[in-house]
């Protein structure tokens, strides 16, 4: 089941406390006049699904974008010219579930490929493969009945769980002590943070409704990137107005007037907004948000994420969907040029937190070891291999200071609302107010959704 067939059966959608985003916009927002005019702010996933709908509708728009580059948190690397070999250094997987997504690479001709991992484990230099590992099959059976179980608790219960980390949660529902290692690695690569700094509603909410392999399904053919050219294309490289840092919003007049950092003013009937939390806080707002609005998104955090893909010479590890947790720095290694036949071969170390943080601070040869002394394991000693290291570290980025909305203790039911709602001629998208948060899939619906509740 859907997270929102889930919330609709609940009823969590009809109270109008969680997830009302789009009847907010319809509530709150009037409707777009005939020949008015809308510009949005940001051309990753939610600026160019909003777009995408609005050209659709046959409505004017503009999207003002500050980086050189469409896609935003979206954003394939070619790491070897010689042999094309290229990367994620953002979003990584398309989910099975992720059905906006997979329409849309179908409507642009985009062929998924499978992006599925084994998994292993390497815990105090052993190595071990997934299906080697003991396993407690008392809780691995409770823990299904738990998440079973979440589609029928009543609200009041989804709000106390809300109230509790989901490290605590675990702990609470009796998670053996080695299971409990193991959940807090893998666990936290989800959230991009300590699993003791995660709602516990946010987690079970998308554990107990995630496909499979977790919606770590598949990913675009030639990179997810093809699905941003794809979109620039459909709305119109002209619409898509790059180098544009939105540094003031007015909205006293009749119209909503966005300056930008190179002085240049633009105007519209309506603004939507897809920026990340730490970016909209950036901005002049005229007039100022009110204070609980302001609160809220300064309270939200994003995840500290790093990824850094090392090209080796030979693909030593020679199994396609080789991964590995690890409880070293590395913390989880994984196969990223799967699908992409040339001898030389990418594998990508995932940190999270303070791990990201100290990883980034590493010189080119010491991330190199640390990745190669992650796998010695495994592998034995494979430096010698080891041809170049890239990556990027999120918790630097400088408009989202990090990868996707982290949703800490409480505030799942208590700011994503407040953030989400409607400012004057302004409407809220991207991933953070999603109820596919921290997906593609969310940043694309919740632009689809901002510009239908402008134009219906
Ligand atoms: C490391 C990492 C791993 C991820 N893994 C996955 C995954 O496996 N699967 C998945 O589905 N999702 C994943 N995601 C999440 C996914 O990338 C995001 O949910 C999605 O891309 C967010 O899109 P958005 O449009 O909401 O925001 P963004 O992509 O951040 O778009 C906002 C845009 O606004 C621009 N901007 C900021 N400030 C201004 C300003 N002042 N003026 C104008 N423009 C501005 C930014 O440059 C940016 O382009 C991952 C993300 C990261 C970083």
């Known amino acids: 089941m859907l997270r929102r067939d889930f919330l609709k059966k609940t009823g969590l959608l009809t109270t109008g406390t969680l ?8 509530n709150d927002i009037q409707p777009l006049e005939k020949n008015g005019s809308v510009l949005i702010l940001g051309a990753g996933f939610a600026g160019l699904s909003a777009a995408y709908y609005l050209q659709k ?61 084994k998994g292993a484990v390497s815990l ?9 590992v003991i396993k407690d099959e008392a809780w691995e059976q409770k823990f299904k009945d738990l998440m079973k179980n979440f589609e029928r608790l009543p609200q009041k219960e989804q709000h106390k769980l809300d109230k509790l980390d989901w490290w605590r949660y675990l702990v609470e529902n009796g998670i053996p002590e080695q299971e409990l290692e193991l959940r807090e690695l893998n666990d936290s690569t989800d959230f991009g943070e300590t699993i ?13 409704y995630s496909s499979n392999n977790n919606e770590m399904d598949y990913k675009i053919e030639g990179g997810n990137s093809e699905l941003t050219k794809a979109l620039t294309e459909k709305v119109g490289k002209e619409n898509v107005l790059l180098g544009k840092k939105a540094i003031s919003v007015n909205q006293t007049g009749k119209e ?37 609005k302001l609160e809220a998104i300064k309270q939200l955090q994003y995840a ?12 030593f590890w020679q199994e396609e969907d080789f991964s590995m947790t690890t409880d070293r720095l590395a913390h989880f290694i994984f196969h990223t040029s799967q699908n992409q036949p040339v001898s030389k071969g990418l594998l990508t170390s ?19 070891r640390e990745v190669c002394q992650a796998l010695q394991p495994a592998f034995g000693d494979m430096e010698r291999l080891a041809e170049k290291v890239t990556g990027y570290y999120w918790g630097d980025d400088v408009f989202s200071q990090g990868a996707y909305a982290n949703y800490d203790v409480g505030q ?31 940043a694309l619906k919740t632009g689809k959704d901002a510009a239908e509740a402008l134009v219906g």
């Open 304 to 315: 500290r994420i790093m990824k850094t893909p090392v090209l080796f010479a030979e693909r």
């Open 57 to 117: 509708k046959g409505v004017k728009y503009k999207i003002l974008e500050a980086r050189n580059r469409a896609g935003g948190r979206v954003f394939t690397s070619i790491v070897d010219k010689e042999t094309g070999l290229h990367t994620e250094l953002g979003a990584e997987w398309v989910g099975a579930s992720h059905q906006l997504l997979i329409n849309l690479c179908d409507e642009m001709g985009l062929k998924r490929i499978s992006h599925t991992f």
């Open 350 to 368: 995932y940190t999270i937190g303070d791990k990201a943080h100290i990883f980034s601070r590493l010189n080119p040869e010491q991330k190199i």
């Open 19 to 26: 997830f009302t985003a789009k009847q907010d916009f319809q």
């Open 412 to 442: 799942w039911f208590g700011i994503r609302e407040i953030i989400a709602k409607p400012f004057l001629k302004t409407v809220f998208a991207g991933e953070h107010i999603a109820e596919w948060q921290g997906f593609m899939e969310g």
């Open 256 to 292: 909503v007037e966005v300056i930008c950092e190179d002085g240049e003013k633009y105007t519209a009937s309506r603004l939507i907004c897809t920026l990340p939390a730490f970016a909209v806080s950036k901005i002049n707002w005229k007039p100022f948000f009110p204070p609980e």
């Open 124 to 132: 105090q230099n052993k190595y071990q493969n997934w299906q080697n």
């Open 196 to 208: 003791r700094n995660v709602s516990a509603f946010a987690a079970i909410s998308e554990y107990a």
